[in-house]
C-alpha cells in the first residue's frame, strides 16, 4: 500500500490501518447487506487487525436522488442503526456516524470538484449504471447524483482510510477516489493517504439476489428478506416468491442449481450443522445438490431447509434489534458520540488539506508578513 505525508507534517510513524464504509439509509437493511457486507464488518472488526473502524451513514448522498423526501432518510437512520447494532457491530470498536453532521466532507466535496472534469465522471461505469438504474437519463440528472464519486472521495480521504471493503461494482469508485487523491498530492504537496479496496474473497461473500432472482434486493420490487422481518414474513417470501428451476416441475426430474436462488442462499448462509440439525439425510450442500441435480429432490424440502436456516440466522438478530430499540435513548447517545469523534477527524483532515492549499488564512497571523511582502513587490 503505498503511504503519503500529510501536507507539512511529517509522518514518521508507521501508518494507521483504517477502514472506511458505510449505508444509504434508505430502508431498512435486508439479508443482502448482511451477507454482502454486515458479516465482513463484524470479522474485521474484531479481527484486531486495524487501528479505526468508521461507518458512515450517508445520508447526505441520499438525498441526491431523495431529495423530495426528506423524511424517507431521516426516519431510516434509525432503521440502519438498529441493524448495524443487532448484527454485532460495537459502539466500542467502531464509530458509528451520521455524513450530514460532519461539515468538513461538504468543503473536501467542493475542493475536490476542482481535480475532476465532467469527462471523467461521465465515464465512471458504476455512475452510468446507477443513473440508467433510476432512470434518470429520462428524467433529467440531479448534479448533487452526479458528483457521486467525489463526494465518496471526500468521505474516504477525510477519515484518513487506507482500506475501503467494497464490491466489485464499486472498484470504479475507489479508482476514481485513488486519481482525486494522487492529483491532489501532486498539485498541493503530499497531504491525503492513498486508499485500497479490499472486494470480497469469495462468491457467498458477495451481495444476494432478491428471491425473484433479480440481481439486487429492492423493496420496490419486493424481493427483499430484511434482517428485522418475522418468521412469518421470511417463510412467505420463500414459499411464495423464492425462484428455483423452472425445469424442475416433478420431484423426479433433475434440477439445475446455477441460477436456482434457494441454493444461492444455502451457498452463503448453510453449514455442515445445518444439516445435522434440520436434514440429517445428507452431510453438506454438496451431497444436497447432487440428488438435486440428478433428480428425486423436490423444491419443497430445499425451501422448508431454507426456512430453517434462515431462521437460525435471523433470529439472534431479530432479538438483539428489539433489545436496542427499547432502548432508543442510548442508540441515540451511540450515534451522537460516534459522530463527534468523527468530526474531530474529519475536521483535522479539512485543517491539512487547506494549509496544504495555503487557504488556512486564520489559522496564524503568518499570512500578514506574506501580505506585506507582496505590498512591498508591487
Known sequence: MTVTGAGRHSMEKTQKQIILTGDRPT?????????????????????????????????????????????????????????????????????????????????LTFYYMNLVTTARVSRNPTVKSEIQLRGFADEGLPVGFFVYPISQAADITAFNATVVPVGEDQLPMIEQTREIVEKFNKVYGETLVLPKAMIPENETQRRLPGVDGKAKMSKSLGNCIYLSDDPKTVKKQVNGKMFTDPTHLRIEDPGHIEGNVVFTYLDALCTDGHFAEYLPAYANLEEMKDHYRRGGLGDGVCKKFLIQVLEETLAPIRAERAKWAADIDTVYDILKEGTRKARETTDATL??????????????RRIIGEWEELLRKI
Not at 67 to 73: F, Q, V
Not at 351 to 364: L, T
Open 351 to 364: 485543517a491539512r488539506v487547506q494549509e496544504a492549499m495555503r487557504i488556512d488564512y486564520f489559522a496564524d
Open 27 to 107: 430502508g431498512r437493511l435486508h439479508l443482502g447487506h448482511y451477507v454482502g457486507s454486515l458479516k465482513r464488518r463484524v470479522e474485521l472488526q474484531n479481527s484486531g487487525q486495524f487501528d479505526e473502524i468508521n461507518i458512515l451513514i450517508a445520508d447526505d448522498q441520499a438525498l441526491t436522488d431523495n431529495a423530495d423526501n426528506p423524511g424517507k432518510i431521516r426516519d431510516n437512520i434509525i432503521n440502519v442503526v438498529l441493524d448495524y447494532l443487532s448484527v454485532g457491530i460495537d459502539p466500542e470498536k467502531t464509530t458509528i456516524c451520521v455524513q450530514s453532521a460532519l461539515p468538513a466532507l461538504h468543503a
